[in-house]
Each structure stands twice: as C-alpha cells, then as structure tokens.
C-alpha cells in the first residue's frame, strides 16, 4: 500500500465517505493546478456535498499531512493578496488595520506589507 493510501484510509476513519472519495478521486486525476488554492465552499457547490462535510474533511487532511493550509489577507479594493499565513496567528496587527481603516488609509497602509 502506497503513502498516499494509507493516507486516505487514515482520512476514511474520521471524514464523510463520499467526501474522501472526492477527495481522493482529485488528488489521483485532477491536474495540479486545480489542487492548488481549493476552496471549500466552491468545492462543495460544485460537487454538491454539504459545506460543512467538506470543510471537516479537508481540516482532517491537513492533520494528516495530506494537504496545506493558508489564510490569505484580501484586499478590499482591488481583490490582490496582502499577505499569506499558515495560521491566523501569524497576522500582523497593522495587516488588520489596513483592512478596517478608510479607503483613504488604506492606500497608505501598502507600505506596512512586507
């Protein structure tokens, strides 16, 4: 048995079924690129399961090493990516305030990203 089987049989003891069939149906044929940035929410409209099933099911894979988690900070204007963090821990306070502040403020906030 591969890896990555013995990984999706991990994944079968606590996630939905047909999501990890889903899942595993993906990582097997679907190019690269649609595993990269997966949404949840389009996920689950898309292959019509339950929001929250798929939601529980990826956060299972990410405790198993199967996939990666990142938070990315939006920006309200223009929809580009301020910054990337594998936990809400790692924002940065201004990167915060940059998103709450007025339009005006925010444009002098680009400055504060790294």
């Known amino acids: 048995m591969s890896e990555t089987e013995t ?5 079968r003891q ?7 069939d889903m899942l595993e149906r993906m990582v097997r ?16 409209a898309k ?12 956060l299972n894979a990410v ?12 920006c309200p204007s223009c929809a580009g990516v301020l910054s990337a963090n594998k936990s809400l821990k790692t924002l940065e306070g201004r990167s915060i305030i940059a998103l709450s502040a007025p339009r005006a403020m925010r444009r002098r906030s680009t400055t504060w990203s790294r």
């Open 7 to 11: 990984l999706f049989v991990a994944l």
């Open 14 to 20: 606590s996630a939905d079924q047909d999501v990890v």
């Open 29 to 44: 044929d679907a190019p690269d690129h649609a595993l990269n940035k997966m949404n949840a929410l389009d996920l689950a």
């Open 47 to 58: 292959e019509g399961v339950g929001e929250e099933r798929v939601i529980a099911a990826l």
């Open 63 to 74: 405790g198993l090493g199967m996939f990666e988690m990142t938070w990315n900070v939006m």
